[in-house]
Protein backbone atom coordinates (compact mmCIF):
# COMPACT_ATOMS: atom_id res chain seq x y z
CA UNK A 1 0.00 0.00 0.00
CA UNK A 2 2.82 2.37 0.87
CA UNK A 3 4.50 1.74 -2.64
CA UNK A 4 1.53 2.82 -4.20
CA UNK A 5 0.98 6.03 -2.17
CA UNK A 6 4.58 6.73 -3.25
CA UNK A 7 3.76 5.90 -6.51
CA UNK A 8 0.92 8.08 -7.00
CA UNK A 9 3.10 11.06 -5.28
CA UNK A 10 5.42 11.27 -8.59
CA UNK A 11 3.93 12.70 -11.28
CA UNK A 12 5.01 10.38 -13.44
CA UNK A 13 3.73 7.47 -11.47
CA UNK A 14 0.10 9.30 -11.28
CA UNK A 15 -0.29 9.96 -14.67
CA UNK A 16 1.21 6.26 -15.69
CA UNK A 17 -1.05 4.58 -13.80
CA UNK A 18 -4.40 6.65 -14.51
CA UNK A 19 -3.68 5.95 -18.24
CA UNK A 20 -3.09 2.32 -17.47
CA UNK A 21 -6.50 2.26 -15.41
CA UNK A 22 -8.30 3.80 -17.85
CA UNK A 23 -6.97 1.25 -20.89
CA UNK A 24 -7.64 -1.92 -18.54
CA UNK A 25 -11.40 -0.52 -17.73
CA UNK A 26 -11.42 -0.33 -21.90
CA UNK A 27 -10.38 -3.76 -22.46
CA UNK A 28 -12.18 -5.25 -19.51
CA UNK A 29 -15.48 -3.83 -20.83
CA UNK A 30 -14.66 -3.70 -24.46
CA UNK A 31 -17.49 -6.08 -25.13
CA UNK A 32 -19.99 -3.73 -22.95
CA UNK A 33 -18.86 -0.73 -24.54
CA UNK A 34 -19.27 -1.42 -28.06
CA UNK A 35 -21.21 -4.96 -28.51
CA UNK A 36 -20.77 -7.21 -30.84
CA UNK A 37 -17.95 -8.14 -33.19
CA UNK A 38 -15.64 -5.78 -34.28
CA UNK A 39 -14.77 -7.30 -37.43
CA UNK A 40 -18.17 -7.45 -38.53
CA UNK A 41 -19.51 -5.10 -41.01
CA UNK A 42 -21.57 -1.83 -39.16
CA UNK A 43 -21.70 0.61 -41.87
CA UNK A 44 -21.06 2.34 -45.15
CA UNK A 45 -17.77 1.79 -46.36
CA UNK A 46 -15.18 4.55 -45.63
CA UNK A 47 -17.17 7.22 -43.16
CA UNK A 48 -14.82 10.21 -42.51
CA UNK A 49 -14.20 10.74 -38.63
CA UNK A 50 -16.18 13.08 -36.39
CA UNK A 51 -18.97 13.22 -39.03
CA UNK A 52 -21.17 10.33 -37.40
CA UNK A 53 -22.48 10.22 -34.05
CA UNK A 54 -22.75 6.51 -33.96
CA UNK A 55 -19.37 5.92 -35.51
CA UNK A 56 -17.29 8.33 -34.31
CA UNK A 57 -13.87 7.08 -35.98
CA UNK A 58 -15.91 6.86 -39.26
CA UNK A 59 -15.23 2.76 -40.94
CA UNK A 60 -12.62 1.36 -43.01
CA UNK A 61 -12.25 0.15 -46.16
CA UNK A 62 -15.15 -2.82 -45.39
CA UNK A 63 -17.72 -0.34 -43.36
CA UNK A 64 -15.96 -1.56 -39.97
CA UNK A 65 -16.18 0.50 -37.19
CA UNK A 66 -12.79 2.56 -36.10
CA UNK A 67 -13.59 3.22 -32.94
CA UNK A 68 -14.80 -0.60 -32.10
CA UNK A 69 -11.67 -1.94 -33.43
CA UNK A 70 -9.77 0.43 -31.47
CA UNK A 71 -11.56 -0.35 -28.30
CA UNK A 72 -11.31 -4.07 -28.90
CA UNK A 73 -8.00 -3.92 -30.32
CA UNK A 74 -6.57 -2.41 -26.18
CA UNK A 75 -7.70 -6.25 -25.52
CA UNK A 76 -5.48 -7.60 -27.31
CA UNK A 77 -2.24 -4.78 -27.01
CA UNK A 78 -2.49 -5.58 -23.53
CA UNK A 79 -2.95 -8.48 -22.96
CA UNK A 80 -0.04 -10.64 -25.49
CA UNK A 81 2.13 -7.33 -24.00
CA UNK A 82 1.69 -8.83 -20.06
CA UNK A 83 1.04 -12.53 -21.24
CA UNK A 84 4.45 -12.20 -23.12
CA UNK A 85 6.41 -10.26 -20.35
CA UNK A 86 5.22 -12.59 -17.76
CA UNK A 87 6.53 -15.95 -19.41
CA UNK A 88 10.09 -14.02 -20.30
CA UNK A 89 10.48 -13.35 -16.78
CA UNK A 90 9.23 -16.45 -15.61
CA UNK A 91 11.56 -18.07 -17.99
CA UNK A 92 14.38 -15.74 -17.50
CA UNK A 93 13.91 -16.03 -13.70
CA UNK A 94 14.45 -19.98 -13.68
CA UNK A 95 17.00 -19.86 -16.13
CA UNK A 96 19.23 -17.18 -14.11
CA UNK A 97 18.57 -18.85 -10.80
CA UNK A 98 19.59 -21.84 -12.15
CA UNK A 99 22.69 -20.48 -13.87
CA UNK A 100 23.85 -18.39 -10.69
CA UNK A 101 22.57 -20.94 -8.49
CA UNK A 102 24.84 -23.91 -10.34
CA UNK A 103 27.63 -22.06 -11.07
CA UNK A 104 30.62 -23.94 -13.04
CA UNK A 105 29.39 -25.73 -16.44
CA UNK A 106 25.96 -25.29 -15.86
CA UNK A 107 26.52 -21.58 -15.92
CA UNK A 108 28.66 -21.74 -18.55
CA UNK A 109 26.59 -23.70 -20.62
CA UNK A 110 22.99 -21.18 -20.25
CA UNK A 111 24.65 -18.30 -20.14
CA UNK A 112 25.95 -19.29 -24.16
CA UNK A 113 22.34 -20.12 -24.47
CA UNK A 114 20.81 -16.39 -22.89
CA UNK A 115 24.34 -14.83 -25.41
CA UNK A 116 22.61 -16.80 -28.51
CA UNK A 117 19.31 -15.18 -28.15
CA UNK A 118 20.68 -12.04 -27.75
CA UNK A 119 22.46 -12.18 -30.71
CA UNK A 120 19.82 -12.82 -32.85
CA UNK A 121 17.68 -9.91 -33.23
CA UNK A 122 14.86 -11.27 -31.61
CA UNK A 123 12.08 -9.64 -33.99
CA UNK A 124 13.77 -11.84 -36.41
CA UNK A 125 13.29 -14.39 -34.24
CA UNK A 126 9.33 -13.75 -33.55
CA UNK A 127 9.08 -13.50 -37.04
CA UNK A 128 10.57 -16.98 -37.81
CA UNK A 129 8.58 -18.55 -35.18
CA UNK A 130 5.11 -17.71 -36.15
CA UNK A 131 5.60 -17.98 -39.79
CA UNK A 132 6.81 -21.85 -38.94
CA UNK A 133 4.32 -22.57 -35.94
CA UNK A 134 1.40 -20.09 -37.67
CA UNK A 135 -0.04 -17.03 -36.47
CA UNK A 136 -2.40 -17.81 -33.36
CA UNK A 137 -2.44 -15.44 -30.14
CA UNK A 138 -0.89 -17.59 -28.18
CA UNK A 139 1.96 -18.48 -30.42
CA UNK A 140 2.55 -14.68 -30.86
CA UNK A 141 3.04 -14.61 -26.83
CA UNK A 142 5.59 -17.52 -26.95
CA UNK A 143 7.41 -15.83 -30.10
CA UNK A 144 7.72 -12.56 -28.28
CA UNK A 145 8.72 -14.25 -24.93
CA UNK A 146 11.27 -16.24 -26.73
CA UNK A 147 13.01 -12.87 -27.93
CA UNK A 148 12.79 -11.22 -24.11
CA UNK A 149 13.82 -13.54 -21.85
CA UNK A 150 17.30 -13.10 -22.16
CA UNK A 151 17.61 -9.40 -20.05
CA UNK A 152 16.02 -11.05 -17.34
CA UNK A 153 18.04 -13.73 -16.84
CA UNK A 154 20.58 -12.33 -17.06
CA UNK A 155 19.71 -9.86 -14.28
CA UNK A 156 18.48 -12.71 -12.02
CA UNK A 157 21.69 -14.12 -12.73
CA UNK A 158 23.85 -11.23 -11.74
CA UNK A 159 21.50 -10.67 -8.47
CA UNK A 160 21.74 -14.57 -7.52
CA UNK A 161 25.72 -14.35 -7.71
CA UNK A 162 26.06 -11.25 -5.27
CA UNK A 163 23.27 -12.77 -2.98
CA UNK A 164 24.42 -16.38 -2.85
CA UNK A 165 27.42 -15.00 -1.06
CA UNK A 166 26.02 -12.93 1.66
CA UNK A 167 26.04 -14.25 5.34
CA UNK A 168 22.69 -15.07 5.83
CA UNK A 169 22.74 -17.78 2.82
CA UNK A 170 25.47 -19.22 4.53
CA UNK A 171 23.68 -19.86 7.73
CA UNK A 172 21.05 -21.02 5.56
CA UNK A 173 23.76 -23.75 4.37
CA UNK A 174 24.76 -24.41 7.98
CA UNK A 175 21.37 -25.15 9.48
CA UNK A 176 21.09 -27.28 6.58
CA UNK A 177 18.03 -25.81 4.65
CA UNK A 178 17.73 -27.85 1.02
CA UNK A 179 19.86 -26.22 -1.97
CA UNK A 180 16.67 -26.13 -3.82
CA UNK A 181 15.01 -24.45 -0.65
CA UNK A 182 17.22 -22.05 -0.25
CA UNK A 183 17.30 -20.83 -3.87
CA UNK A 184 13.07 -20.38 -4.16
CA UNK A 185 12.72 -18.88 -0.04
CA UNK A 186 15.85 -16.77 0.15
CA UNK A 187 17.71 -15.70 -2.95
CA UNK A 188 14.42 -15.65 -5.36
CA UNK A 189 12.37 -12.97 -2.96
CA UNK A 190 15.68 -10.75 -2.69
CA UNK A 191 16.53 -11.33 -6.39
CA UNK A 192 13.63 -9.82 -7.54
CA UNK A 193 12.63 -6.45 -6.74
CA UNK A 194 15.00 -5.13 -9.76
CA UNK A 195 13.94 -8.04 -12.27
CA UNK A 196 10.80 -6.59 -11.78
CA UNK A 197 11.68 -2.96 -12.40
CA UNK A 198 12.70 -4.37 -15.98
CA UNK A 199 9.16 -5.80 -16.70
CA UNK A 200 7.48 -2.90 -17.37
CA UNK A 201 9.92 -1.98 -20.03
CA UNK A 202 9.56 -5.64 -21.54
CA UNK A 203 5.43 -4.88 -21.50
CA UNK A 204 6.33 -2.20 -23.52
CA UNK A 205 8.64 -3.46 -25.57
CA UNK A 206 5.87 -6.79 -26.35
CA UNK A 207 3.22 -4.60 -27.48
CA UNK A 208 5.67 -2.68 -29.84
CA UNK A 209 6.88 -6.10 -31.20
CA UNK A 210 3.11 -7.65 -31.36
CA UNK A 211 1.74 -4.96 -33.43
CA UNK A 212 4.83 -4.70 -35.51
CA UNK A 213 3.78 -8.48 -35.99
CA UNK A 214 0.74 -7.90 -36.89
CA UNK A 215 1.71 -5.42 -39.24
CA UNK A 216 3.36 -7.69 -41.71
CA UNK A 217 0.27 -9.45 -41.50
CA UNK A 218 1.82 -12.40 -38.69
CA UNK A 219 -1.04 -12.00 -36.02
CA UNK A 220 -4.10 -13.59 -35.24
CA UNK A 221 -6.39 -12.96 -38.39
CA UNK A 222 -9.38 -13.51 -36.08
CA UNK A 223 -8.33 -11.17 -33.50
CA UNK A 224 -8.83 -7.20 -34.14
CA UNK A 225 -5.39 -5.89 -33.30
CA UNK A 226 -3.98 -2.09 -33.88
CA UNK A 227 -0.87 -3.33 -35.65
CA UNK A 228 -3.58 -4.65 -38.25
CA UNK A 229 -5.92 -1.81 -38.39
CA UNK A 230 -2.77 0.17 -39.49
CA UNK A 231 -1.80 -2.49 -41.50
CA UNK A 232 -5.34 -2.36 -43.23
CA UNK A 233 -5.37 1.52 -43.39
CA UNK A 234 -2.24 1.60 -45.26
CA UNK A 235 -3.62 -0.03 -48.47
CA UNK A 236 -5.35 3.62 -49.11
CA UNK A 237 -3.44 5.74 -46.83
CA UNK A 238 -3.37 8.61 -49.75
CA UNK A 239 -6.91 9.37 -49.32
CA UNK A 240 -7.71 8.18 -45.90
CA UNK A 241 -5.06 8.47 -43.75
CA UNK A 242 -6.58 8.81 -40.33
CA UNK A 243 -7.08 5.13 -40.33
CA UNK A 244 -3.73 4.28 -39.62
CA UNK A 245 -3.22 7.30 -37.64
CA UNK A 246 -5.89 6.59 -35.22
CA UNK A 247 -4.85 3.11 -33.67
CA UNK A 248 -0.97 4.32 -33.82
CA UNK A 249 -2.26 7.16 -31.30
CA UNK A 250 -3.74 4.13 -29.34
CA UNK A 251 -0.37 2.71 -29.60
CA UNK A 252 1.60 5.77 -28.69
CA UNK A 253 -0.26 6.76 -25.48
CA UNK A 254 -0.48 2.66 -24.11
CA UNK A 255 3.11 2.86 -24.71
CA UNK A 256 3.87 6.26 -23.20
CA UNK A 257 1.60 5.16 -20.33
CA UNK A 258 3.66 1.98 -19.78
CA UNK A 259 6.80 3.80 -19.46
CA UNK A 260 5.49 6.84 -17.12
CA UNK A 261 4.21 3.83 -14.54
CA UNK A 262 8.17 1.93 -14.80
CA UNK A 263 9.39 5.18 -14.13
CA UNK A 264 7.42 6.59 -11.30
CA UNK A 265 8.00 2.48 -9.54
CA UNK A 266 11.28 2.90 -10.12
CA UNK A 267 11.55 6.19 -7.65
CA UNK A 268 8.98 4.92 -5.59
CA UNK A 269 11.10 2.25 -4.99
CA UNK A 270 13.90 4.01 -4.26
CA UNK A 271 12.47 6.30 -2.13
CA UNK A 272 11.17 2.99 0.05
CA UNK A 273 14.84 2.22 -0.39
CA UNK A 274 16.03 5.46 1.15
CA UNK A 275 13.43 5.96 3.38
CA UNK A 276 14.65 3.18 5.34
CA UNK B 1 46.99 -2.51 -31.94
CA UNK B 2 48.74 -5.82 -30.42
CA UNK B 3 45.98 -5.52 -27.28
CA UNK B 4 43.10 -5.14 -30.08
CA UNK B 5 44.52 -8.12 -32.34
CA UNK B 6 43.99 -10.20 -28.99
CA UNK B 7 40.85 -8.95 -28.28
CA UNK B 8 39.79 -10.06 -31.44
CA UNK B 9 40.87 -13.46 -31.44
CA UNK B 10 39.51 -14.15 -27.84
CA UNK B 11 36.22 -12.64 -28.86
CA UNK B 12 36.19 -14.83 -31.79
CA UNK B 13 36.69 -18.03 -30.20
CA UNK B 14 34.40 -17.34 -27.57
CA UNK B 15 31.82 -16.66 -30.54
CA UNK B 16 31.94 -20.27 -32.19
CA UNK B 17 29.57 -22.26 -29.44
CA UNK B 18 27.17 -19.12 -29.26
CA UNK B 19 26.91 -19.49 -32.98
CA UNK B 20 26.77 -23.16 -33.38
CA UNK B 21 23.84 -22.58 -30.25
CA UNK B 22 22.24 -20.50 -32.79
CA UNK B 23 22.53 -22.52 -35.54
CA UNK B 24 21.04 -26.14 -34.25
CA UNK B 25 18.13 -23.81 -32.44
CA UNK B 26 16.99 -22.42 -35.25
CA UNK B 27 17.82 -25.50 -37.60
CA UNK B 28 15.58 -27.17 -34.92
CA UNK B 29 13.01 -24.88 -35.49
CA UNK B 30 12.98 -24.58 -39.30
CA UNK B 31 12.28 -28.34 -38.93
CA UNK B 32 9.28 -27.99 -37.11
CA UNK B 33 7.57 -26.69 -40.06
CA UNK B 34 4.97 -28.35 -41.59
CA UNK B 35 5.65 -29.38 -45.04
CA UNK B 36 9.76 -29.05 -46.82
CA UNK B 37 10.86 -26.57 -49.62
CA UNK B 38 9.75 -29.58 -51.81
CA UNK B 39 6.50 -29.00 -50.93
CA UNK B 40 6.61 -25.43 -51.22
CA UNK B 41 8.27 -25.31 -54.48
CA UNK B 42 5.63 -27.88 -55.60
CA UNK B 43 3.15 -25.74 -54.89
CA UNK B 44 4.24 -22.78 -56.46
CA UNK B 45 4.70 -24.67 -60.00
CA UNK B 46 1.07 -26.23 -59.82
CA UNK B 47 1.64 -29.26 -58.09
CA UNK B 48 3.89 -32.17 -59.32
CA UNK B 49 3.77 -36.62 -58.49
CA UNK B 50 5.58 -38.01 -56.03
CA UNK B 51 8.55 -39.55 -58.36
CA UNK B 52 9.24 -35.55 -59.07
CA UNK B 53 9.39 -34.99 -55.42
CA UNK B 54 11.51 -38.07 -54.67
CA UNK B 55 13.59 -36.95 -56.93
CA UNK B 56 13.97 -33.43 -56.23
CA UNK B 57 14.40 -34.80 -52.05
CA UNK B 58 17.70 -36.72 -52.95
CA UNK B 59 18.81 -33.39 -54.90
CA UNK B 60 18.72 -31.33 -52.43
CA UNK B 61 19.62 -33.54 -49.65
CA UNK B 62 15.91 -33.64 -48.19
CA UNK B 63 15.42 -37.26 -47.69
CA UNK B 64 18.05 -37.73 -45.39
CA UNK B 65 18.03 -37.81 -41.23
CA UNK B 66 17.60 -34.73 -39.26
CA UNK B 67 21.12 -35.42 -37.60
CA UNK B 68 22.53 -35.78 -41.15
CA UNK B 69 21.02 -32.42 -42.29
CA UNK B 70 22.33 -30.19 -39.74
CA UNK B 71 25.53 -31.73 -40.01
CA UNK B 72 25.92 -30.78 -43.49
CA UNK B 73 24.32 -27.68 -42.85
CA UNK B 74 26.85 -27.23 -40.66
CA UNK B 75 30.13 -28.83 -42.50
CA UNK B 76 28.71 -26.35 -46.31
CA UNK B 77 28.67 -23.63 -43.96
CA UNK B 78 31.82 -23.69 -42.91
CA UNK B 79 32.94 -23.20 -46.41
CA UNK B 80 30.70 -20.15 -46.50
CA UNK B 81 27.87 -21.91 -48.26
CA UNK B 82 24.61 -21.35 -47.23
CA UNK B 83 22.43 -23.10 -49.37
CA UNK B 84 19.72 -22.96 -52.14
CA UNK B 85 17.03 -20.56 -52.18
CA UNK B 86 13.68 -22.11 -53.88
CA UNK B 87 11.71 -19.06 -54.01
CA UNK B 88 14.45 -17.42 -55.57
CA UNK B 89 16.46 -19.82 -57.67
CA UNK B 90 19.67 -18.57 -56.10
CA UNK B 91 22.48 -18.98 -53.45
CA UNK B 92 21.22 -18.21 -49.92
CA UNK B 93 25.12 -15.98 -49.89
CA UNK B 94 24.55 -14.41 -52.88
CA UNK B 95 21.05 -13.06 -52.38
CA UNK B 96 22.15 -11.60 -48.33
CA UNK B 97 25.13 -10.25 -49.84
CA UNK B 98 23.02 -8.37 -52.72
CA UNK B 99 20.62 -6.82 -49.98
CA UNK B 100 22.56 -6.44 -46.83
CA UNK B 101 24.59 -3.07 -48.19
CA UNK B 102 21.00 -1.42 -48.66
CA UNK B 103 20.84 -2.39 -44.74
CA UNK B 104 24.48 -1.52 -43.90
CA UNK B 105 23.52 2.20 -44.94
CA UNK B 106 19.99 2.19 -43.50
CA UNK B 107 21.58 1.00 -40.05
CA UNK B 108 24.92 3.25 -40.16
CA UNK B 109 23.06 6.62 -41.21
CA UNK B 110 20.21 5.77 -38.36
CA UNK B 111 23.19 4.56 -36.14
CA UNK B 112 25.04 8.12 -36.79
CA UNK B 113 22.19 9.99 -37.01
CA UNK B 114 20.24 8.72 -32.97
CA UNK B 115 23.80 8.84 -31.32
CA UNK B 116 25.43 12.35 -32.51
CA UNK B 117 21.58 13.70 -32.10
CA UNK B 118 20.94 12.01 -28.73
CA UNK B 119 24.02 12.61 -26.81
CA UNK B 120 24.14 15.90 -27.82
CA UNK B 121 20.44 16.46 -26.75
CA UNK B 122 21.46 14.39 -24.13
CA UNK B 123 24.04 16.83 -22.87
CA UNK B 124 22.23 20.23 -23.25
CA UNK B 125 19.49 18.06 -20.81
CA UNK B 126 22.12 16.61 -18.33
CA UNK B 127 23.92 19.77 -18.56
CA UNK B 128 21.01 21.16 -15.98
CA UNK B 129 18.99 18.44 -14.32
CA UNK B 130 16.14 19.51 -13.52
CA UNK B 131 15.76 22.46 -15.41
CA UNK B 132 12.82 23.64 -17.82
CA UNK B 133 14.78 22.52 -20.64
CA UNK B 134 16.04 19.53 -18.99
CA UNK B 135 12.22 18.71 -18.29
CA UNK B 136 10.49 19.57 -21.85
CA UNK B 137 13.77 17.48 -23.72
CA UNK B 138 12.69 14.38 -21.32
CA UNK B 139 8.93 14.64 -22.26
CA UNK B 140 9.61 14.74 -25.50
CA UNK B 141 11.83 11.61 -25.56
CA UNK B 142 9.45 9.76 -23.78
CA UNK B 143 6.88 10.53 -26.15
CA UNK B 144 9.52 9.97 -29.25
CA UNK B 145 10.57 6.24 -27.71
CA UNK B 146 6.94 5.40 -27.51
CA UNK B 147 6.03 5.70 -30.98
CA UNK B 148 6.79 2.29 -33.10
CA UNK B 149 8.94 3.09 -35.97
CA UNK B 150 6.57 1.50 -38.30
CA UNK B 151 3.62 3.85 -37.79
CA UNK B 152 6.29 6.93 -37.38
CA UNK B 153 7.25 5.69 -41.15
CA UNK B 154 4.51 5.62 -42.15
CA UNK B 155 3.20 9.27 -40.65
CA UNK B 156 6.35 10.71 -41.95
CA UNK B 157 5.80 9.58 -45.41
CA UNK B 158 2.30 10.88 -45.46
CA UNK B 159 3.58 14.29 -44.52
CA UNK B 160 6.67 14.56 -46.30
CA UNK B 161 6.31 12.49 -49.59
CA UNK B 162 2.21 12.23 -49.86
CA UNK B 163 1.43 16.00 -48.79
CA UNK B 164 4.15 18.17 -49.81
CA UNK B 165 6.33 15.83 -52.11
CA UNK B 166 9.49 16.72 -50.59
CA UNK B 167 10.79 13.31 -50.63
CA UNK B 168 10.25 10.35 -52.86
CA UNK B 169 7.40 7.55 -50.42
CA UNK B 170 9.62 4.34 -51.64
CA UNK B 171 13.05 2.65 -53.00
CA UNK B 172 16.66 3.19 -52.89
CA UNK B 173 17.00 4.96 -56.07
CA UNK B 174 14.81 6.26 -58.93
CA UNK B 175 14.85 3.13 -61.06
CA UNK B 176 16.47 3.74 -64.37
CA UNK B 177 17.44 7.53 -63.96
CA UNK B 178 21.26 6.33 -65.84
CA UNK B 179 22.70 8.71 -62.56
CA UNK B 180 25.98 8.27 -61.80
CA UNK B 181 28.33 9.87 -59.49
CA UNK B 182 27.26 12.41 -56.87
CA UNK B 183 23.66 12.90 -58.46
CA UNK B 184 23.28 9.36 -57.64
CA UNK B 185 24.25 9.20 -54.31
CA UNK B 186 22.34 12.79 -53.32
CA UNK B 187 19.22 10.75 -55.22
CA UNK B 188 19.96 7.61 -52.60
CA UNK B 189 20.08 10.17 -50.42
CA UNK B 190 17.10 11.77 -50.91
CA UNK B 191 15.40 8.15 -50.89
CA UNK B 192 16.78 7.35 -47.06
CA UNK B 193 15.85 10.51 -45.18
CA UNK B 194 12.52 9.26 -44.22
CA UNK B 195 13.33 5.74 -43.14
CA UNK B 196 16.58 6.53 -41.99
CA UNK B 197 14.45 9.19 -39.51
CA UNK B 198 11.76 6.74 -38.73
CA UNK B 199 14.44 4.07 -37.38
CA UNK B 200 16.67 6.71 -35.70
CA UNK B 201 14.35 8.83 -33.67
CA UNK B 202 13.64 5.73 -31.02
CA UNK B 203 16.85 5.51 -30.91
CA UNK B 204 18.22 8.73 -30.52
CA UNK B 205 15.14 8.80 -27.48
CA UNK B 206 16.96 6.65 -25.78
CA UNK B 207 20.14 7.86 -26.14
CA UNK B 208 19.42 10.83 -24.69
CA UNK B 209 17.71 9.27 -21.88
CA UNK B 210 20.66 7.33 -21.26
CA UNK B 211 22.91 10.22 -21.80
CA UNK B 212 20.64 12.21 -19.38
CA UNK B 213 20.38 9.52 -16.66
CA UNK B 214 23.97 9.36 -17.08
CA UNK B 215 24.95 12.58 -16.07
CA UNK B 216 22.52 13.11 -13.37
CA UNK B 217 24.64 10.07 -11.80
CA UNK B 218 28.03 12.05 -12.42
CA UNK B 219 26.99 15.46 -11.19
CA UNK B 220 26.55 13.70 -8.04
CA UNK B 221 30.40 12.27 -7.65
CA UNK B 222 33.27 14.15 -6.15
CA UNK B 223 35.67 14.66 -8.92
CA UNK B 224 32.52 17.44 -9.78
CA UNK B 225 32.41 19.09 -7.15
CA UNK B 226 36.54 19.29 -7.14
CA UNK B 227 36.23 20.75 -10.63
CA UNK B 228 34.23 23.09 -9.74
CA UNK B 229 36.38 24.19 -6.80
CA UNK B 230 38.91 24.66 -9.15
CA UNK B 231 36.79 27.39 -9.96
CA UNK B 232 36.37 25.90 -13.94
CA UNK B 233 33.50 27.67 -16.09
CA UNK B 234 30.20 25.35 -16.12
CA UNK B 235 30.64 24.53 -19.68
CA UNK B 236 34.98 23.44 -19.18
CA UNK B 237 32.99 20.77 -16.51
CA UNK B 238 29.98 19.94 -18.56
CA UNK B 239 32.04 19.04 -21.92
CA UNK B 240 34.85 17.77 -20.09
CA UNK B 241 34.28 16.27 -17.16
CA UNK B 242 30.77 14.83 -16.76
CA UNK B 243 29.84 14.53 -20.63
CA UNK B 244 32.85 13.01 -20.88
CA UNK B 245 32.22 10.10 -18.23
CA UNK B 246 28.30 9.62 -19.24
CA UNK B 247 28.80 9.14 -22.71
CA UNK B 248 31.13 5.60 -22.24
CA UNK B 249 28.20 3.55 -21.20
CA UNK B 250 26.36 4.70 -24.50
CA UNK B 251 28.96 3.23 -26.88
CA UNK B 252 28.31 -0.39 -24.78
CA UNK B 253 24.89 0.10 -25.65
CA UNK B 254 25.86 1.20 -29.08
CA UNK B 255 26.30 -2.23 -29.50
CA UNK B 256 23.56 -3.86 -27.37
CA UNK B 257 21.24 -2.37 -30.16
CA UNK B 258 22.53 -2.68 -33.19
CA UNK B 259 20.10 -6.65 -32.54
CA UNK B 260 17.46 -4.64 -32.23
CA UNK B 261 17.97 -2.18 -34.64
CA UNK B 262 18.62 -4.79 -37.44
CA UNK B 263 14.89 -6.58 -36.45
CA UNK B 264 13.47 -3.10 -36.86
CA UNK B 265 15.07 -2.62 -40.02
CA UNK B 266 12.15 -5.39 -41.35
CA UNK B 267 9.36 -3.46 -40.81
CA UNK B 268 11.03 0.00 -41.97
CA UNK B 269 12.59 -1.55 -45.31
CA UNK B 270 8.96 -3.35 -45.83
CA UNK B 271 6.89 0.51 -45.62
CA UNK B 272 9.78 2.37 -47.62
CA UNK B 273 10.22 -1.00 -50.09
CA UNK B 274 13.80 -0.88 -49.83
CA UNK B 275 15.34 -3.85 -51.38
CA UNK B 276 17.34 -4.75 -48.05
CA UNK B 277 18.14 -7.67 -45.71
CA UNK B 278 15.20 -6.90 -43.53
CA UNK B 279 12.59 -6.83 -46.56
CA UNK B 280 14.71 -10.34 -47.72
CA UNK B 281 13.56 -11.89 -44.65
CA UNK B 282 10.26 -10.62 -44.79
CA UNK B 283 10.24 -12.16 -48.35
CA UNK B 284 11.86 -15.69 -46.99
CA UNK B 285 9.10 -16.13 -44.39
CA UNK B 286 5.74 -15.30 -47.11
CA UNK B 287 7.46 -17.52 -49.35
CA UNK B 288 8.17 -20.44 -46.97
CA UNK B 289 11.63 -20.72 -47.75
CA UNK B 290 13.34 -22.32 -44.88
CA UNK B 291 16.97 -22.43 -46.35
CA UNK B 292 16.99 -18.60 -46.91
CA UNK B 293 15.07 -17.67 -43.36
CA UNK B 294 18.14 -19.89 -42.16
CA UNK B 295 20.29 -18.21 -43.82
CA UNK B 296 19.32 -14.53 -42.41
CA UNK B 297 19.12 -15.58 -39.06
CA UNK B 298 22.74 -17.07 -39.40
CA UNK B 299 24.16 -13.95 -41.41
CA UNK B 300 22.23 -11.69 -38.77
CA UNK B 301 23.89 -13.20 -35.04
CA UNK B 302 27.68 -12.67 -37.55
CA UNK B 303 26.49 -9.02 -37.76
CA UNK B 304 25.86 -8.30 -35.07
CA UNK B 305 28.91 -10.17 -33.30
CA UNK B 306 30.97 -8.24 -35.87
CA UNK B 307 29.45 -4.89 -34.40
CA UNK B 308 29.75 -5.77 -30.49
CA UNK B 309 33.60 -6.87 -31.56
CA UNK B 310 33.82 -3.03 -32.72
CA UNK B 311 32.53 -1.63 -29.95
CA UNK B 312 34.72 -3.56 -27.90
CA UNK B 313 37.40 -2.15 -29.81
CA UNK B 314 36.35 1.26 -29.75
CA UNK B 315 35.56 0.51 -25.89
CA UNK B 316 39.06 -0.79 -25.02
CA UNK B 317 40.52 2.44 -27.02
CA UNK B 318 38.35 4.89 -25.52
CA UNK B 319 39.07 3.60 -21.52
CA UNK B 320 42.18 2.82 -20.77
CA UNK B 321 41.31 0.72 -17.43
CA UNK B 322 39.84 -1.88 -20.09
CA UNK B 323 42.64 -4.02 -20.63
CA UNK B 324 43.11 -7.26 -22.83
CA UNK B 325 43.70 -9.64 -20.07
CA UNK B 326 40.27 -9.16 -18.44
CA UNK B 327 37.93 -11.88 -19.46
CA UNK B 328 34.97 -11.26 -21.55
CA UNK B 329 31.52 -12.37 -20.63
Known sequence: MRLIRNLIRTPEGAIGLGILALLVLIALLAPALSPGDPLKIAARPLLPPFTDVNFPLGTDRLGRDVLAGIIHGTRTSLAVGIAAALAAIAIGLCVGLAAGFAGGLVDEALMRVVDAFQIVPSFLLALAFVSVIGASVPVVVLAIALGAWADPARLTRAQVLSIRERDYIASARVIGMHPVEIAFKEILPNALPPVLALSAIIVAAAILTEAALSFLGLGDPNVVTWGSMIAEGRNILRSSPSLSIFPGIALVVTVVGVYLFSEGLTNALAGRRSEA | ?329
Open chain 2, 1 to 329: MNRALRLIRRRAISSIPVLLIVIVLTFLLLESASGDAVDAYLLSIGGGDATVAQSLRQAYGLDQSMPARLWLYVSSLAKLDLGWSVTFGRPVLDLILERLPNTLLLMGSATALSFGLGSALGILAGAKPESLRDRALSTVSLILYAIPSFWLGLVLSIIFAVQLRWLPTSGIETIASGKTGLTRAADIAAHLVLPVAALALIYMALFLRVTRAGMAEVWRLDFVLFARSKGLSRARIVLRHVARNALLPLVTMLGLQSAAMLGGSVVIESIFAIPGFGRLAQEAVSGRDAPLLMGIIVVSAVLVICVNLVVDIVYAALDPRVGASESGG
